[in-house]
Nanobody, 123 residues
């Protein structure tokens, strides 16, 4: 079992950038695939990006493809989501999540979740 804590959210103007971090503790982070999801008020939690435990497999949602970059540093037990060219529709609480098997775009596949970090993009 791994525990996750997100950080790096904040308020940014449209077109700006933020980097979210997901710090892991407990069982070895390198053994887990990692995903990023986001949830806006009144909406379902949606997939953003995922990366396999070695980083060889990466998927992005169509809405963030070309703008966001997921990465991980297993030596630091930390995952990242670099968000560029942010849009107001990116406003949401962002969550990192971990699972024991291959990278997945499905929310239900993840066993462990962080508490979330708020990202707000102004016009």
């Amino acid at each position: 079992q791994v525990q996750l804590v997100e950080s790096g959210g904040g308020l940014v103007q449209a077109g700006g950038s933020l980097r979210l971090s997901c710090a892991a503790s407990g069982r070895a982070f390198s053994a887990y695939a990692m995903g990023w999801f986001r949830q806006a008020p009144g909406k379902e939690r949606e997939f953003v990006a995922t990366i396999s435990w070695r980083g060889g497999t990466i998927y992005y949602s169509d809405s963030v493809k070309g703008r966001f970059t997921i990465s991980r540093d297993n030596a630091k037990n930390t995952g990242y989501l670099q968000m560029n060219s942010l849009k107001p529709e990116d406003t949401a609480v962002y969550y990192c999540a971990a699972r024991q098997m291959v990278a997945s775009t499905l929310r239900s596949d993840y066993n462990t979740w962080g508490q979330g970090t708020q990202v707000t993009v102004s016009s």
